[in-house]
């Protein structure tokens, strides 16, 4: 039987809602690096054919795949009659779902990119919005800075005005300019970021296209989120294909009599499952992944070396369900953050909104001659 890497498909996650677009193998980085002396922004899908090309994790993960064939094929190429490697049968089918596991290992890795290129991408745009609002902010507070004090320094101004309203605005002034320099030092973070997660390195310079941050329009219900996470997710791929690999093993252990010691699988091949990350449980709680385990070798005799294998294959039985479980927990907690956020989001644009008209309204005021509290100006 011969296995081929599955072809390149790859899926935007923007916002909660996913949008599926092909991004063909190859040298992908050439169809967009920026020539010399010029920085072309890079849209989303650029920076993720970059990333497919470049991300060391998707390259560790192909050369694990390629492993995983490698030691397929080498059994499969051995001429030793089954009459003296009783075994070789069983662990020509344990290499065989080995390469299975490192495909999962492989999709899920890609996915874990794609979420990273897109979460940093967004995160660079946010931090720009942030910037701007940071520094309308400190624009608007260094107008009133500078009339205040003119008016006080003429005499001209109110009599409640006097240099410690000046030190009351130059305060928040400086506190705006805090906020700015933050904003700034965050668009560095983010850039930073985003050129790990397209695996650039540290010295290329990214420049994001988008300037604000989508709002798509997505209907989702935590069942359908919760199926697709059973279907989809890759760990739980490999705890399934993992549990077959050391369900063989007692196939396997059966195979000889008379040896006191018998390789496993695990003496000859790197099969192996990534779990769920570990639990926490501090001021947050998540529970805990349970692991495969498998010696590299069983001793005793072949009715004990067979009951130890069928004792790690329960275990094995035990793990698929309690990754199952995890991952079930896990897409149904981002689906209720999810919703918690979508439903806030219209009473903070309305009150962004109104904010924005406050603010507006109150420079307006100021500008116009109009007596202005300094605690309005100061709160609006």
Known sequence: MKKTIPSWRRVVMVSGFVICVALPPGRLLAQTQPAAGSRPALSLTECLRIAVDQQPALVAQRASLAAALEGYQGLERLMIPTFIALDLPIRRKQACLGVTIAEAGLAQAEWETVYAVTRTYFGVVYARQQLRVADDLSNSFRFYQE??????????????????????????????????????????????????????????????????????????????????????????????????????????????????????????????????????????????????????NLSGPRSSRMDHARDLSARAVAVVDKTRNLIALEAEDMFYKWEEATRKLPQSATAEQAGSRLARNTRDDFRASQRVKIEDILTN
């Open 147 to 296: 009339r205040v004090r003119d008016l006080v320094e003429k005499g001209e101004s109110p009599k409640e005005w006097t240099t410690s309203t000046v030190d009351k605005i130059t305060i928040y002034l400086e506190l705006a300019n805090v906020r700015k320099g933050e904003a700034l030092r965050g668009i560095d973070r983010a850039n930073a970021a985003l050129r790990e997660a397209m695996g650039v390195a540290p010295e290329t310079q990214v420049a994001v296209a988008e300037q604000t941050l989508p709002q798509p329009k997505v209907t989702a219900n935590r069942e359908e989120i919760v199926a697709l996470a059973l279907r989809r997710r890759g760990e739980l791929v490999q705890v399934v294909t993992a549990a077959r690999v050391v369900d063989l093993e007692v196939q396997a252990q059966g195979r000889s009599l008379f040896r006191p010691t018998m390789p496993t699988f695990a003496s000859g091949a790197d099969i192996h499952a990534r779990p769920v990350p570990q639990g926490i449980s501090n001021r947050e709680y998540r529970p805990g992944a349970t692991g495969l385990e498998m010696p590299p």
